[in-house]
């Protein structure tokens, strides 16, 4: 077997690979005996089926997947040894490979590509980006306040249809406090506000990250600047998608959405690798510990109530999917924890209204922009 690069751009190589019988024949006549072994035929006894039947029966599948295997081998091994970082796989060149003949051939020739990941930096400290601070103002304190009443309060014609049921609202009194929020020992009207300002300042906050994080990742994908060989990215899309079945039309379509992809995944790398981002099995075990078994079980140092809060966090990690999606919350908080300390912002204080509208305005230019593009 020999591997040879015989044409190359700046990052894309191609490949040329000679496979000779030496190279599979072995691997390949111990299946096909492993075969004759289990063969039952009618016609033959158990183990006594000819080998050239066998040979003929299965032959080129046989033959077809051992000079793929080496195929395989052999890319990656010169991948490894020349320590290459390549984007996505090896392609095969079809235009090259038309003439493969598994019928008659031993020897074989085939070409593929690679395409190089390009060299950048990412500089994360040139960049600027709008920072929301969301107040809360008294009028969402009062809606909440009001709905708690409501809530807690008591129907008065229960018997009557829901839109003409009366409720006699709840009293602002720690009876209600306690209902609301069980573990603040709130006794006050005015410590109640306090706590649900807090709670919504809390929740404006995730909702600020979210579209900080958003817009760091538009900004990084639109400056850093680097070159993508497209058509090979093309058609690894194309043929990586096998079981979506996308054709050349669907992949031209929605190219920019995938080159846009593909970039912040570069880059995402890199991020990852220069500052050891990482989310472990520990950190969602806390996480699991900390926001939801901590409902169930009160804070103590017993043992035995450790090692059932551990059992109920073992099996609530038997949930794949939903491990992923704390998996990914995770990251992505400590992604944006990350942009906070080394992205320098525009911190812009402003109501809930006034941030919907923002996004919103931001939405619609983004939608106008990917228009003029297509």
Known sequence: M????????????????????????????????????????????????????I?????????????????????????????????????????????????????FTFWFEIALTPEFEVKMDKLKVKMFDISVDEKLIDESVENMRKRFGNVTNPEAPAEEQNIDL???????????????????????????????????????????????????????????????????????SQDQQLTREQVEANFPYYLNSFKWQLIEQKIVEANDLKVTRDDVRKYYKDNVVSLYFPPSENEEQEKRMDMLVDSMLQNQKEVKQIYDMLYDQKLTQLFKDQVKQDVKKVTFDEFVEDVKKANEKATKNAKKDE
């Open 170 to 240: 709840a009293e602002l009194n720690e009876e209600l406090f306690n209902q609301v929020y069980p573990k603040d020992n709130i006794k006050t009207e005015k410590e109640l506000r306090e706590r649900i300002a807090k709670e919504g300042k809390e929740m404006y906050g995730r909702e600020a990250d979210r579209k900080f994080l958003n817009d760091v990742v538009e900004e990084l994908v639109e400056k850093t600047k680097f070159e993508i060989p497209e058509e090979f990215l093309k058609r690894w899309i194309q043929y990586s």
């Open 55 to 107: 040979q003929k029966q299965y032959g080129k599948a046989v033959l077809a997947e051992e000079v793929n295997k080496v195929l395989s081998e052999a890319i990656n091994k010169y991948v490894e040894d020349n320590k290459l970082s390549i984007i996505g796989n090896a392609l095969p060149i079809d235009d090259k490979n038309q003439d493969i003949d598994f019928e008659n051939a031993t020897d």
């Open 2 to 53: 020999n591997i040879t690069k015989e044409n190359a751009t700046n990052s894309v190589l191609e490949l040329k690979i000679n496979i000779e019988a030496a190279d599979y024949q072995a691997n390949m006549d111990k299946i096909l005996k492993d075969y004759q072994r289990k063969a039952n035929i009618p016609g033959f006894r158990a183990g006594k089926v000819p080998f050239s039947l």
